[in-house]
């Protein structure tokens, strides 16, 4: 559904469904670090569509610090197991 939302450029409605998704996984402390990480980095992907650069630099730098994620640096190779 949100890819289908992406392709019409419905970016508020996005945003309000990944932050309400982030608040549910907040609730639930059981879940994956990596859901929490992807949630923010998606966040972070619909903040840069809509020119809002410092918001989408702050919510990619605090998905990098979620535990368990690996931490790259510009230039770095990407992971053959990594999407692009």
């Given at each position: ?30 879940s ?53």
């Amino acid at each position: 559904m949100v890819g289908s939302l992406d392709r019409l450029g419905y970016w508020g409605e996005i945003r309000e469904r990944l932050e309400r998704a982030r608040e549910a996984t907040k609730k639930h402390l059981g879940s994956p670090p990596e859901l929490g990480a992807g949630l923010l980095g998606d966040l972070a992907t619909i903040a840069f569509k809509s020119a809002e650069w410092d918001e989408a630099i702050a919510l990619w730098e605090a998905a990098a610090g979620y535990p368990g994620q690996p931490v790259h640096q510009p230039g770095d190779p990407i992971p053959a197991n990594q999407p692009t």
